[in-house]
């Protein structure tokens, strides 16, 4: 082992490229688009060292196009998710040994990589395998995945760093042990940095992982494993598996040597998931770690004293980027009857002028849903919508799956602030409208608390620092990231730690500290240095 008190690069975010008509990257990342498109590939399971290729294969396809196939992947047995355990825990071995610069040296690469060789193709996949546009995949597949390798390095040095005190006749010291056993990776399919920075976070503490990425999102992890691999990582610290979730889950919570899950998705999944282990949980070893971000019924709040112009777009962004397809996607909202008028009619010049289509076609604003499970979901929400009394569809409402999930940006309007898609998590690019009266700003804060039981996101926007004051106290159970006179989303690392309580998760705050904290398990080391002889002490006299 080396020896020296080590310092690591300075992390600092990475500037997001503005993708401007004739420059570089464009013309990078359109290349890299047309090369992947037209090709296909082939993604087995990564299990220690081994590439497997069960047999049993399914086609991956862009949601804008679904019948354009751009690969398959294979889908695992039981039998190799047993597999997957027991080499995790072999490597578990010599990686939970390595010294902490060699692991940190690993992720650091592959930050670099990502910023340089891989920046066009890693965004290109999520472009195609999820239907980002190429700013929604420059700040998430490059940018947010950067900087969480980057801070995460730097937090693993500060956890390191706190020692407790000492004297003379004593020393104290405290190591943080990665976790006995290995670690479960649950992914979604909406962020490409999540996807790798919730295997990876693990990892870099010296733990080992069986990665399960979403089904919708394999084509970009793929290219995530490749920039692991090209970075140095060992075989077997980050085994990834496709297939049946349930099979998964089940045959990975029934080991003993089950130690912590790290996941991002649906409430539903992850309460069954806490309730299995609760289970089992005379099976294991040690306390399992639970690490959960869930959903959110994220909403936007306008007092009157609000800009409209600013309110507009913190509802455009916030609720339509991506589809709406973000956990802090903006879904409900709240607007005084003063402002109203004049947020319709922004709203409305604004969605006319927004494209849709294909993210190929770099001046599309939106583009397709993610599957056609979840195109029909919402399109059942609006459709009821037009028949309630109490809901309106004001712009949009209108799609079509023959070609892409395609749906418009579509803004209910209701007169009852318990409507279903008030309360509902709906992951989609609908947004629903609650108009109030404007001496009742301080129920309705009221009313906002209560209304869901999420508590994710959320955004005030006011030029009154008193309404500003009273909002942030009164909401403060409601939103693990609250924003004042901004959209709700776009969490950057570093600077704004992520995660919600209530139905949101466990808010172990993705790009902190103390996220990185749950996956080690401290041990203090007292050393006395002249050792007593005589168990009486001084008051017991001679």
Excluded at 82 to 107: G, M, Y
Excluded at 205 to 220: E, I, L
Excluded at 420 to 443: C, N, Q, R
């Amino acid at each position: 082992m080396l020896k020296g008190f080590f310092n690591v690069p300075k992390a600092v975010n990475e500037p997001v490229k503005a993708y401007a008509v004739g420059s570089k990257e464009r013309e990078a990342v359109a290349n890299a688009y047309k090369e992947m498109w037209n090709s296909k590939i082939e993604v087995p399971l990564y299990i220690g060292d081994q590439e497997i290729k069960t047999g049993n294969t399914r086609n991956m396809s862009a949601p804008h196009d679904h019948q354009h196939i751009v690969g398959t992947y294979h889908l695992a047995e039981k039998s190799h998710i047993t597999q997957a355990i027991d080499n995790a825990l072999e490597t578990r071995k010599k990686w939970a040994a390595i010294s902490w610069e060699n692991r940190a040296a690993i992720f650091l690469k592959a930050a670099e990589l990502i910023a340089g060789p891989y920046r066009a193709k890693i965004n290109a996949a999520t472009m195609i395998a999820q239907s980002k546009t190429i700013h929604q995949a420059e700040i998430d597949a490059a940018c947010e995945l950067i900087d969480f390798l980057r801070f995460n390095v730097e937090y693993m040095t500060q956890i390191y760093k706190e020692q407790p005190n000492s004297d003379s006749s004593t020393w104290n010291r405290l190591e943080h042990r990665p976790l006995e056993g290995f670690i479960y990776a649950i992914t979604p399919f909406n962020f490409t940095a999540i996807a790798a920075n919730l295997p990876a976070s693990a990892a870099m503490m010296g733990n080992v992982v069986v990665w399960k990425p979403s089904d919708s999102q394999v084509f970009s992890a793929k290219v995530i494993i490749d920039i692991f691999k090209e970075a140095g990582l060992p075989n077997g610290v980050i085994n990834v598996v496709f297939g049946d979730a349930i099979m998964i889950t089940d045959t990975i919570l029934a080991s003993p040597d089950f130690a912590g899950i790290h996941f991002t998705g649906s409430t539903h999944v992850f309460k069954d998931i806490w309730a299995k282990i609760g289970n089992n949980i005379d099976t294991y070893k040690t306390y399992p770690r639970i690490v959960g971000e869930t959903g959110g019924k994220d909403f936007i709040i306008a007092h009157p004293s609000a800009n409209a112009k600013q309110v507009t777009t913190g509802i455009t962004r916030g609720a339509f980027e991506f589809q709406g397809q973000k956990c802090s996607a903006a879904s409900r909202v709240y607007i005084p009857q003063s402002l109203w008028p004049a947020v319709k009619n922004q709203l409305e010049t604004d969605l006319k002028s927004m494209k849709m289509g294909s993210p190929e076609d770099m001046s599309n604003f939106i583009t397709a849903v993610i599957h056609e499970g979840s195109f029909d979901k919402l399109t059942s929400y609006i459709d009821q919508a037009k028949k309630d009394a109490d809901a309106e569809v004001i712009f949009g409402g209108n799609y079509d799956k023959s070609k892409g999930y395609f749906i418009e940006p579509t803004v209910i309007l209701t007169t009852n602030p318990k409507y279903t898609t008030m309360e509902t998590e709906l992951f989609g690019p609908v947004v629903t409208i609650y108009v109030y009266e404007d001496a009742k700003w301080s129920e309705t804060l009221k009313l906002v608390d209560e209304t869901s039981e999420y508590a994710l996101t959320g955004a005030v926007f006011s030029t009154d620092r008193f309404a500003i004051e009273e909002a942030t106290v009164a909401l403060q159970n409601c939103a693990g990231n609250f924003y004042i006179n901004d959209k709700p989303t776009g969490a950057v690392v570093g600077c704004q730690p992520f995660g919600g309580a209530r139905a949101s998760g466990t808010n172990d705050k993705a790009g902190s500290v103390l996220n990185l904290l749950r996956w080690v398990s401290p041990r203090t080391i007292k050393e006395t240095f002249v050792t007593q002889e005589d168990y009486r002490y001084p008051f017991l006299g001679n």
